[in-house]
């Protein structure tokens, strides 16, 4: 998904601030950026925007300090890292410090990317300076206005813990000062703190949402409940891309509180909306809704079909995505110094826990929408172009989000249109769309199903001299609005992320990609592409470095290119903190693995037995290296919860399969996650000190896990596991 991102027009980071007092008192700023520093000169410069005051940070007059993310929280932390960059530059009392969610608007866009969006665990690097600009010009503001109140200089002051202190015993709180602060300038530059200074950044912080959501008080899209609500299930056809060619809802129509019955469009072929006061109404009548499908005319995907026509185009060259070296090299390599190996990854769905919905009202002139996305500015605007009103005439509401892992950044927007579709026909009365778990499961838009083939030529010495590497699978990005952006000459970067860029000094190295069309919705899954490309990559190396017998650290950190600095670092730590690697029982074997996701790279060690023909990792340790932990706390949770994500592709039912054009799983019975007794006894996380700019942490840690399991099977077994999902060891 970063690739997608990073080739979004950027902005530059010249920022300035719009400050007030709040109706109820208290200082109100917000953060905006300029346009972008690489516009056109001959283009001329947009119109003056009236910003509301009060859009990132809020002293009240007792002293709280509101911090509003521009981020969905999803249970990533983002609504405690981010306040805790702004709040450390503001020098401000993170016990008086609480944060929202940003609705959806011009200003809360990722000052970066142009656009208002979470992915790519772009979060963090993408606002780190802002949140610090903002903070810092905030304190130098409060500053300000307590040395005109003494009569003194602003060097004589100082803030410290929400309070500003002037010469002898002088001294103001922010709250005390917010009022006078609002109408001073706002300066064009401030000075940051050196990394040193820090006071919370770096802290092992609690997060702010810890407490609402161990309580339950914390409100989710699903919780979203509002006078007249009425609940919409949709009934969609078995195959993609089916339409609706009769429909028979008498018995539907009869159940009490049912609403209404129609015919709507989808993203793919049509469905039956079906309308009612409360959800156990809407869902018996989509029951019993008798719909006869034409399914004529659109493909039926086989899982099967697909995996054997995958792995022909697998052994053909297809577009070149990297070429380094002499692609001719392979064949003055002798046979016996070849490897050659083939790889099949399933089709896999996001699952996250709370399941997808959106509420919406339409009031003729004017919408609201309540909902858990990834993209708020692309879904305000799909509101509005359904419902015939103009983005700002639609009020968007950013809830918290139980988990996501890609599933509510979709490229159309689908589940949102739906919604709206719907509401239109209910003016006034707002509609909660609903897709069940089973909907979700059986609806697609999945991680691709993707095929690889391999072949390695080594050196004497037992280092590959020559790599070349087909990937094959579903873009989501060609043929989506994004395509222009970062598709070129029909290569999609994220196919082969993780294999193209692997860090890897390979003189003759080859990835070339072939994205066949296929009626099966897909969309990026966590990691996105390095979730498939690094299995294969971190395998072989593995493989590579057994055939050799060298360590498996060591081979890797002989292999790494000079400058793959983070990635040597992960190693270097993890050799040290993973000790145990030496002292194993006998039926106990360590298995390595070694990732980079933009910036942030990860090294992971595991213990596995094999109990009861499944795995059984009983330590894990990971070593991270993502530039200065803003939360420490936060970025070991982040890697805890990656490993335990990661193991979906090697669960002996984490597959989605398609028999016919069927989806053949239906919920958490035939998709299984990984259960308790999956996930390691102990994961203890080591972070490599740093006061580098900081990366993203969301994605990184989820494509270490499985390679390094199965590396460690491989040598207990003695096979080499090309196909995933696990159905046996």
């Given at each position: 998904?970063r ?47 009236n910003?509301?005051p ?67 665990s ?88 810890g407490?609402?959501?161990?309580d ?67 869902k ?179 280092m ?61 899954w ?14 072989l190396?593995d ?78 340790t ?40 069927r ?6 019975d ?12 102990t ?13 993203g ?33």
């Amino acid at each position: 998904m970063r690739s997608f991102l990073q080739a979004v027009p950027s902005l530059n980071r010249r920022s300035f601030l719009r400050v007030g007092t709040a109706a109820a008192g208290g200082l109100l700023a917000a953060l905006f950026f300029d346009r972008p520093a690489n516009a056109q000169e001959a283009a001329p410069p947009p119109p003056p925007k009236n910003y509301p005051p009060d859009a990132f940070v809020h002293v009240r007059p007792d002293g709280q300090i509101v911090i509003t993310v521009n981020r969905v929280e999803l249970g990533q932390g983002i609504q405690t890292a981010l306040p805790m960059v702004l709040a450390d530059e503001m020098d401000a009392d993170w016990s008086r410090v609480v944060a929202e969610i940003a609705p959806a608007g011009e200003v809360y866009k990722d000052p970066i990317l142009g656009i208002q969006i979470v992915g790519g665990s772009s979060s963090i690097p993408n606002s780190f300076q802002q949140y610090r600009e903002l903070g810092a010009k905030m304190r130098a503001m409060l500053v300000a206005a307590a040395a005109d109140r003494w009569h003194v200089t602003a060097d004589q002051c100082r803030a410290e813990n929400s309070v500003v202190y002037g010469p002898g015993t002088r001294s103001a709180s922010y709250a005390e000062l917010s009022t006078e602060a609002a109408g001073k300038a706002v300066p064009e530059k401030v000075r940051l703190k050196d990394p040193s200074q820090f006071k919370i950044i770096g802290q092992r912080v609690r997060r702010l949402d810890g407490k609402a959501k161990c309580d339950g008080s914390q409100k989710f899209g699903m919780d979203v409940d509002l006078p007249g609500m009425k609940i919409a299930l949709v009934a969609r056809p078995p195959v993609f891309g089916g339409r609706v060619r009769a429909l028979d809802d008498k018995d539907s129509r009869s159940i009490a509180g049912v609403v209404d019955v129609f015919e709507i469009p989808l993203a793919h072929g049509t469905g039956v909306a079906v309308v009612a006061d409360r959800f156990w109404p809407a869902k018996q009548a989509r029951d019993r809704l008798k719909i006869d499908w034409d399914l004529s005319g659109i493909e039926h995907a086989d899982s099967a079909e697909l995996r054997g026509r995958y792995k022909k185009l697998a052994r053909t060259a297809g577009l070149v995505a990297i070429s380094r070296g002499d692609p001719a090299a392979m064949d003055r390599i002798p046979a016996e110094r070849r490897v050659i190996a083939e790889f099949d990854f399933p089709y896999l769905a996001h699952t996250p826990m709370e399941p997808l919905n959106v509420t919406v009202r339409f009031d003729g002139d004017r919408a609201e929408a309540w909902t858990t996305t990834q993209m708020p500015t692309f879904e305000q605007l799909a509101v509005a172009g359904i419902l015939g009103v103009k983005p700002d005439q639609v009020t968007f509401h950013v809830g918290f989000g139980g988990g996501a892992f890609g599933r509510r950044g979709s490229l159309d927007e689908h589940v949102i249109r739906e919604a709206a579709v719907i509401a239109k026909r209910f003016p006034r009365a707002p509609v909660k769309l609903i897709w069940t778990r089973e909907d979700d499961v059986r609806g697609g838009y999945y991680r691709p199903l993707f095929a690889h083939r391999v072949e390695i030529g080594l050196g004497k010495d037992g280092m590959p001299l020559a790599w070349k590497h087909v990937v094959v699978g579903q873009s989501f990005l060609i043929g989506s609005k994004f395509e222009p952006l970062a598709v070129k000459n029909g290569v999609d970067p994220l196919l082969v992320e993780g294999a193209a860029n692997a860090g890897y000094s390979i003189p003759n190295f080859q990835v070339w990609e072939h994205h066949p069309k296929v009626s099966v919705p897909v969309l990026w899954w966590r990691s996105v592409g390095n979730s498939h490309n690094s299995f294969v990559v971190e395998t072989l190396i593995d493989e590579l470095a057994a055939r050799a017998r060298i360590d498996p650290i060591a081979y890797r950190l002989k292999l790494l290119d000079a400058d793959a600095k983070k990635q040597r670092a992960v190693l270097a730590l993890l050799q040290e903190k993973a000790g145990w690697r030496g002292s194993l029982p006998p039926s106990h074997a360590a298995g390595i693995a070694c990732t980079e996701y933009y910036g942030t790279a990860v090294a992971c060690a595991v213990d596995v037995s094999i109990e009861n023909n499944r795995p059984r990792i009983h330590r894990a340790t990971m070593a991270i290296h993502c530039g200065i932990a803003v939360n420490p706390l936060t970025l070991e949770n982040q890697c805890q919860g990656g490993i335990g994500f990661g193991l979906t592709q090697l669960m002996a039912k984490g597959a989605i399969t398609l028999k016919g054009g069927r989806v053949e799983q239906r919920n958490f019975d035939g998709y299984t996650p990984p259960y308790m007794v999956d996930a390691p006894v102990t994961a203890d996380v080591h972070i490599v000190p740093s006061t580098d700019a900081p990366t993203g942490a969301g994605e990184a840690p989820v494509p270490a896990i499985s390679p390094a399991v199965v590396n460690a099977l491989s040598r207990l077994t003695g096979r080499r596991y090309r196909s995933l999902p696990l159905t046996t060891i």
